[in-house]
C-alpha cells in the first residue's frame, strides 16, 4: 500500500540526511521512524537505539535491551525470576519491557526479524518481517 503525505521542508530534510547517512530509502527510514514512535507510544519507557544488530528496543534509564532482560521468559513466564535477575530495574522499568514483550515477543531476539525470516542472522529492522511488513500485536 502507497501513502502520501506533506512534510514539512525542515523534517523532509533530516529524512534526507538520515537516508543518506544509512545508504537507505527516505520511505524506508519514515517507515522505521513512524512504526517506532508508535512503539514507544504504545509502550512507554520503551525507546529505541541503534545496535551492530540494527535497531533495538531498550528499557528507558538502563542501557538494556529489551531481549536481554526478558530473553528467557517465553519458555518460563516468570515475572518474578526476571525481577530477581534484574533486581536493578525499578517496577515502572520492567513492566514496560513486559508491556512492549507481550505486544511484540520477537523482541526476545536479539536479531529481530529473525522469528520471522527463518534464521538466527541479523534481519531486517526492529519491528519489521523480511517482507517489511510490521511485526507484532496491537
Known sequence: MSTTMRLRRSLRKELEATAARSRRSVAEVA???LEEALRMRQCPGIYFADEPSGRTAKIGGTGLAVWEVLRHFPEDHDPKRV????????????????????RYPESATPWPG????GSSAPGPSAGTSSTGEVCGRT
Open 114 to 117: 529473525a522469528l520471522h525470516s
Open 31 to 33: 517507515q522505521e521512524l
Open 83 to 102: 525481577r530477581r535477575a534484574f533486581s536493578q530495574l525499578s517496577q515502572a522499568q520492567l513492566t514496560a519491557a513486559l508491556m512492549y514483550f507481550s
